[in-house]
């Protein structure tokens, strides 16, 4: 079955040409030009990943994002014009899983997202090894069903958050530098930024963690990257 891919960007040129190269790859393209139009074909279609564009009329990608964020983990590729960091990071606190900054490559955008839904099936259709509940004091990872309890309490994560997550919960104690989390998570031929590990394990302490400054569960290794203390409870 052929992936869903919606478009957003009010620069038609540009919903022109992600259209014209992704089809040619077999993904089925919608595109819209503005932010509320991308939520109702959010809410109205069937959607496999989202292109998003950060500066649209009416709605910007920011708040689309974080709207959609609210209540899917539908992996989100964010564009944007500026190359300031800031607008880098501020996109995945948003929750977006991956950013292009214009101009880009059309054969980038299809390399990130054949990545993307790549292992998005492979953890859907694979046998896992891993355990079907993954605890640690309080911290319940349910990894058939993707869902993440604390103390009870439901924790809404992405896509790549709960990669994150699984990771390094099924090797507790174990160091894994950003380096081998950019590559293990995002895979491979993702060529992103240390930032962005970062990014996702704040976001991660900030859902997950009983006070964020003062992580339980992700602990910070100075100088080489995380790990999740303890031995698995189940």
């Known amino acids: 079955m052929e992936n869903t891919i919606l478009v957003a960007d009010d620069e038609t040129n540009i919903t022109d040409v992600c259209s014209r190269y992704l089809e040619r790859e077999g993904y089925h393209v919608i595109t819209v030009n503005d932010g509320e139009a991308a939520l109702e074909m959010w809410k109205k279609e069937s959607l496999d990943l989202i ?3 950060l500066m649209m009329p009416g709605k910007t990608g ?3 994002c974080e709207e959609i964020r609210n209540q899917d983990d539908i992996p989100i ?11 880098r990071v501020m996109g995945l606190t948003m929750g977006a899983d991956d950013y292009l900054t ?3 490559s059309p054969r ?8 993307i839904l790549r292992r998005q099936q492979r953890a859907v259709v694979q046998p896992s090894s891993k355990p079907d509940i993954i605890k640690f004091s309080g911290l319940e990872i349910d990894v058939k069903r993707r869902s993440v309890t604390v103390n009870g309490k439901p924790i809404e994560l992405t896509y790549k958050e709960f990669e994150v997550l699984l990771l390094l919960s099924s090797h507790p104690n174990q160091v894994f530098s950003r380096d081998q989390l950019l590559n293990k998570v995002w895979n491979s031929d993702y060529e992103g930024d240390m930032n962005t590990v970062t990014v996702h394990v704040r976001r991660l302490r900030e859902k997950i963690e009983p006070e964020a400054s003062k992580p339980k569960y992700i602990k910070t290794v100075w100088g080489i990257g995380y790990k999740i203390e303890g031995s698995n409870e189940s």
């Open 62 to 64: 920011w708040q689309v």
């Open 102 to 104: 214009k101009p880009f």
């Open 77 to 87: 590729i964010m564009l944007t014009a500026r190359a300031e960091e800031m607008d």
């Open 108 to 115: 980038e955008l299809v390399l990130r997202v054949k990545g």
């Open 51 to 53: 292109i998003l564009d």
